[in-house]
Nanobody, 124 residues
Framework: QVQLVESGGGLVQAGGSLTLTCVDSGRAFSRRAMGWLRQAPGKEREFVAAIAWNGGRTTYADSVKGRFTISRDNAKNTVYLQMSSLKPEDTAVYYC?????????????????WGQGTQVTVSS
């Protein structure tokens, strides 16, 4: 059973930083690729960042490249999303997601398990 629990969202001013954390209660975390996706009001869920099972490969949406960093600690069953230089357009519910496979995914449809989401609001 995979249960993903996100934390770390909140309200921040433009230009500020936040770090999101996702803990996986399952036993196969170290074999799964993980990702962060987000959904703004009235918009479809979109890919933000992903990391392979061993952290050896990461990939980012163009809109966050250079500002966000995804990382993982397999000993703690945890994946992180460090967000800096935040913009109002980054406002969304951020979801942690896991794949059944070790390779990264860049589409929401490629993910098999989802957290409940955490709200990030960036004020101008």
């Amino acid at each position: 059973q995979v249960q993903l629990v996100e934390s770390g969202g909140g309200l921040v001013q433009a230009g500020g930083s936040l770090t999101l954390t996702c803990v996986d209660s399952g036993r196969a975390f170290s074999r799964r690729a993980m990702g962060w996706l987000r959904q703004a009001p009235g918009k479809e869920r979109e890919f933000v960042a992903a990391i392979a099972w061993n952290g050896g490969r990461t990939t980012y949406a163009d809109s966050v490249k250079g500002r966000f960093t995804i990382s993982r600690d397999n000993a703690k069953n945890t994946v992180y999303l460090q967000m800096s230089s935040l913009k109002p357009e980054d406002t969304a519910v951020y979801y942690c997601a896991a794949r059944k496979t070790p390779a990264v995914g860049v589409r929401a449809a490629e993910y098999d398990y989802w957290g409940q989401g955490t709200q990030v609001t960036v004020s101008s």
